[in-house]
């Protein structure tokens, strides 16, 4: 009798244990999409946007952002991100501003824009193949 006693004890606390772990906390997926879907967000004026490689191009090629914006660079193999100047941009050249220069690879990288204007941006390697980007900031 101690015996079974025992084992419904043990199936009443791993059943409390499975319920507790599916279903006691959200996701941060989950509370993303709730946020997406009711706005409730902390800062509603700032948007997490999204650059990858497709090719020999950048995705979207130019992007609007807004000051505090977040945006994610996913840079795919065989590529870099350099932060130009706009000559440098309009020549197709590689020389890096001083800015960020992200290494190929599958990272994400996250830049917040704190300056309006323009940012440039190439891929060294792929520059004379048109691979180059802009992100165009405005105010909130």
């Known amino acids: 009798m101690k015996k079974r006693f025992s084992i419904k004890i043990a199936g009443l606390l791993l059943a409390a244990a499975i319920m507790f772990a599916c279903?006691?906390?959200?996701?941060?997926?989950?509370?993303q999409t709730k946020q997406a879907a009711t706005g409730d967000s902390k800062d509603?004026?700032?948007?997490?946007?999204?650059?990858?490689?497709?090719?020999?191009?950048?995705?979207?090629?130019?992007?609007?952002a807004k000051v505090g914006d977040t945006i994610t660079f996913v840079i795919g193999t065989a590529h870099l991100a350099t932060r130009v100047d706009e000559a440098a941009w309009n020549a197709n050249k590689a020389a890096s501003n001083g800015g960020f220069n992200f290494?190929?690879?599958?990272?994400?990288?996250?830049?917040?824009?704190?300056?309006?204007?323009?940012?440039?941006?190439?891929?060294?390697?792929?520059?004379?193949?048109g691979m180059k980007g802009k992100i165009i900031v405005t105010n909130k």
């Open 23 to 31: 279903g006691s906390t959200p996701t941060a997926e989950a509370q």
């Open 44 to 64: 509603k004026a700032s948007s997490s946007l999204k650059i990858s490689t497709s090719g020999m191009k950048f995705t979207p090629e130019t992007l609007n």
């Open 103 to 129: 290494k190929s690879g599958t990272y994400t990288y996250v830049v917040q824009p704190s300056d309006v204007g323009t940012i440039y941006y190439v891929c060294p390697p792929h520059v004379s193949f």
